[in-house]
């Protein structure tokens, strides 16, 4: 997986649990962090995640994406994702990356914790000779855990294998945390993504706010700072938004 791609698209968020006993309607986005949830869109529904991000080592204004993520509902433990960056800008070119599809394999393991294998695919859409594209097609094999703890506090925990097909793979490690605030929340996260055929190693630590105005809508903003001359520094805002039945 190509670093733009492992920056922003990987993803994911966590608000306010537990899944099971919220409206199918209520929008459950896995952006922004790097960690996704265990948790699944409803069956027939769909939801669409964007974000616009901005990021650079020396500026911000040195590479700027749009990434969409459309979450599909196929049953109560199953979802389909397709997700990538629709336009990357940087210093080499602009334009489509690697667009990919993902399955979550989902369970209950109680009424408070969940697991998830995610399954996972980029096909080769962007240009490898821009730096918008790996040029090939590689996979990802994370597995997740969602707990939602004491005092309101939810975390996911993933870890697992990336850029699968390009030699040595990445390694992925995540810790996210989050609280609600009434409609408000908070969110705090440390990854790391060691260095592989795929890309360098890149490490972070990530806080953002959440905002839902009404239930099927979710605003998230925030930043990250890179923990290493390989990571960069990042500021995002983006929006989640379930559509209701297909």
């Known amino acids: 997986m190509n670093r733009s791609t492992l920056l922003v698209s990987v993803a994911l968020s ?4 537990p899944a099971a006993a919220q409206s199918p309607r209520a929008a459950n986005p896995e952006r922004p962090t790097v960690a996704t949830h265990a948790y699944a869109v409803a069956p027939g529904y769909i939801e669409v995640e964007q974000g616009v991000s901005a990021r650079g080592s ?23 994702g397709i997700f990538g960056p629709c336009y990357i800008r940087h210093s080499a070119g602009h334009g489509l990356g690697d667009l990919g599809l993902s399955l979550k394999l989902r369970t209950d393991l109680t009424d408070r914790v ?17 730096g918008l594209g790996a040029g090939r097609v590689l996979a990802q094999l994370p597995v997740v855990l969602s707990v ?10 993933n870890a697992g294998p990336l850029g699968i097909g390009a030699g040595r793979p990445q390694w992925l490690t995540t810790a996210s945390f989050s ?3 009434g409609a408000l929340g908070v969110q705090a996260e440390l990854f790391h993504i060691s260095a592989g055929a795929a890309g360098q190693r890149q490490a972070g630590l990530l806080g953002a706010l959440t905002v839902t105005p009404v239930q099927w809508m979710v605003i998230d903003a925030g930043g990250t700072v890179g923990l290493g001359s390989a990571s960069p520094d990042v500021l995002f805002l983006g929006l989640t938004t379930n559509l209701g039945r297909l």
């Open 14 to 17: 966590v608000a306010w649990r």
């Open 58 to 80: 020396a500026s911000l204004a040195e590479a700027t994406s749009w990434d969409v993520n459309v979450k599909i509902g196929i049953d109560r433990h199953v979802q389909l």
């Open 114 to 130: 969940a697991t998830a294998v995610v399954p996972a695919m980029t096909l080769p859409t962007g240009k490898e000779r821009l």
């Open 148 to 157: 939602d703890g004491p005092l309101g506090v939810h975390a996911d925990l």
């Open 179 to 181: 609280h609600p605030l």
